[in-house]
């Protein structure tokens, strides 16, 4: 079993800056795609960031320019750096990582608990 911990959610004013960490655990031999995933009440579960096993990265349109995922090199651990936050960034944030059969063919199997993050006006 993988089993993925999120932390760092918390709470910060509109413009201020949070940082979100996540780890993989359990039976993983390789570096896994990454990604965080963001739900807010009421609203789907949508994609906010993903990073690659080699390191590409791709971002919501709505957070290019202020969030940016990372990898501790090697890792099966990840980031997500959150500046110039707004109120409509609250949300439950989620880790999820995917596993892969061969190349290009992935599914995301992993899922954390996550981590609320709220962002006051």
Same mark, same amino acid.
């Given at each position: 079993q993988v089993q993925l911990v999120e932390s760092g959610g918390g709470l910060v004013q509109a413009g201020g800056s949070l940082t979100l /960490? %996540? *780890?993989a655990s359990g039976s993983i031999f390789r570096i896994l795609p990454m990604a965080w995933y963001r739900q807010a009440p009421g609203k789907q579960r949508d994609l906010v960031a993903r990073i690659t096993s080699g =390191? /590409?990265?791709?971002? *919501?349109d709505s957070v290019k =320019?202020?969030?940016t995922i990372s990898r501790i090199t090697s890792k099966n651990i990840i980031s997500l750096q959150m500046n110039s936050l707004k109120p409509e960034d609250t949300a439950v944030y989620y880790c999820a990582a995917? /596993? %892969?059969r061969r190349v290009g063919v992935c599914s995301t199997d992993y899922w954390g608990q996550g981590t609320q993050v709220?962002?006051?006006s």
């Open positions: /960490s %996540c *780890a =390191g /590409s990265t791709n971002y *919501a =320019g202020r969030f995917e /596993s %892969c709220t962002v006051s």
